[in-house]
């Protein structure tokens, strides 16, 4: 299996920009999870998905910030309009079932925005 | 809430021992321990379900207490390849990493 596949791997993007991150999980896991990473707050929770349902969004930061599934293969987390303070790893994992299965994460995804 | 880790760092010789601990004020469902290396993903090491249990692999062991609020992650006969940094994650009602341990092995 080739793992959870994270694109782009670097984005570098200007403040007020549209940027959308893209993950493919691995096959048969039906929990994805969407996470962002910085020095200062650590591996923050945004949002989580079960069998393509958004069942826990509690970390999105604000209505900039979206994400959807489309179907078991995809997902996208998009942020309208882009912020310095966005700057981070973003990475997407997935799991066989979250109650029971530790997370595959993905390369992860690092975010500039200038 | 993010569950407690300590030390948060610690630099070991290859060979050495290192217990790092992750504790919670609650009784979890879960707890999780995982390793990243810089510039890397976090990778799963192994979870850890019921109160008491104790599980490992080659040389990286972990516990969970009775009660379910304590975790140790074990690494013993230390190698280089140990280091990184270990966070550990927690279910109660919401998964949660903690802050993470750094751990250095030098020659």
């Known amino acids: 299996d080739a793992g959870v596949i994270q694109s782009p791997r670097h984005e570098v993007t200007e403040m007020g920009q549209e940027v959308t991150l893209r993950c493919k999980p691995i096959?048969?896991?039906?929990?994805l999870f969407w996470y962002r990473q910085t020095m200062m707050r650590g591996l923050e929770l945004l949002i989580y998905f079960n069998n393509n349902v958004p069942i826990d969004d509690s970390g999105m930061p604000e209505d900039r910030f979206s994400a959807k599934m489309p179907n078991a293969s995809f997902s996208t987390l998009k942020i309208q309009p882009s912020e310095p303070r966005d700057s981070a790893v973003y990475f997407c994992a997935s799991s066989p079932n979250r109650e029971y299965y530790g997370y595959t994460f993905g390369s992860g995804t690092r975010l500039t925005v200038v | 809430q993010q569950p407690v880790q300590s030390p948060q760092a610690v630099i070991l010789r290859e060979g050495e021992d290192a217990v790092i601990n992750c504790s919670s004020s609650?009784?979890?469902?879960?707890v999780h321990w995982y390793r990243q290396k810089h510039g890397e993903a976090p990778v799963f090491l192994m979870i850890l379900l019921k109160g008491g249990e104790q599980k490992g692999h080659d040389k990286i062991s972990a516990s969970f207490n009775e009660k379910k609020q304590q975790s140790s992650l074990y690494l013993t006969a230390s190698q280089l390849s140990y280091s990184g940094t270990y966070f550990c994650?927690?279910?109660?009602?919401?998964?949660?990493f903690g802050t993470g341990t750094s751990l250095t092995v030098i020659p």
């Open positions: 096959s048969g896991h039906n929990s």
């Open positions: 994650g927690t279910r109660e009602n919401q998964f949660y």
């Open positions: 609650k009784a979890l469902y879960s």
